[in-house]
């Protein structure tokens, strides 16, 4: 049974940085195919793919982001952290990790979550 | 502004067929199969409902399904209950360098 759980921060200060962690069990980021990614939602609006880290510890980023998002493993805890830098209030949202699985292993970018955590809002204000 | 276009809101009564559009391009939805599809219910985490274009998950019912005309892909929902009641977004790999894209989702209504 896979389940993921974010946690960190619920109130962060203009220009901080985020510091998000995913716990996750029933599966293993050192298996072949495996990925975890993020992905945000603001308040009334759609979701956005963030960041994607994989078995082998390639990762993929959001363009737009970037410049601000770091994403990281630690197989042996189960944990993959994101962090986000120079915060905003635009920034604020519901942050969900998911696992991702694809058909097509070899080829980043073609996965789907499904499963996902149960989301974390982080609200940016002073 | 989402990379991928779907209608704000569709209705449909119990019974009934509904289906939701995205509309991506030749770089995404039309150049590959790598359309999914996910359901929210209000206050609740997205849920797969579809994967690689027609694909349904284990324990998803089969009222669900996926399909892709050029650059659209179609989510149908057959016999529409109650519980379909939900905002519904499409994702799709894309070769430019985002990546991954989401539509902007769909608010179904179930009458």
């Known amino acids: 049974q896979i389940t993921l759980k974010e946690s960190g921060p619920t109130l962060v200060k203009p220009t901080q940085t985020l510091t998000l962690t995913c716990t996750f069990s029933g599966f293993s980021l050192s298996t072949s195919g495996v990925g975890v990614g993020w992905i945000r939602q603001p308040p009334g609006k759609a979701l956005e793919w963030l960041a994607l880290i994989y078995w082998d510890d390639d990762k993929r980023y959001s363009p737009s982001l970037k410049s601000r998002l770091t994403i990281t493993k630690d197989t042996s805890k189960n944990q993959v952290v994101l962090t986000m830098t120079n915060m905003d209030p635009v920034d604020t949202a519901t942050y969900y990790c998911a696992h991702s699985a694809s058909s097509a292993t070899m080829v980043r970018g073609v996965d789907y979550f499904d499963y996902w955590g149960q989301g974390t809002l982080v609200t940016v204000s002073s | 502004q989402s990379a991928l276009t779907q209608p704000a809101s569709v209705s449909g009564s119990p019974g009934q067929s509904i289906t939701i559009s995205c509309t991506g391009t030749s770089s995404d939805v039309g150049g590959y199969n790598y359309v999914s599809w996910y359901q929210q219910h209000p206050g609740k985490a997205p849920k797969l409902m579809i994967y690689d274009v027609s694909n349904r998950p284990s324990g998803v019912s089969n009222r669900f399904s996926g399909s892709k005309s050029g650059n659209t892909a179609s989510l149908t929902i057959s016999g529409l209950q109650a519980e379909d009641e939900a905002d519904y977004y499409c994702?799709?790999?894309?070769?430019?360098?985002?990546?991954?894209?989401f539509g902007g989702g769909t608010k179904l209504t179930v009458l």
């Open positions: 994702s799709s790999y894309t070769s430019s360098s985002t990546l991954k894209v």
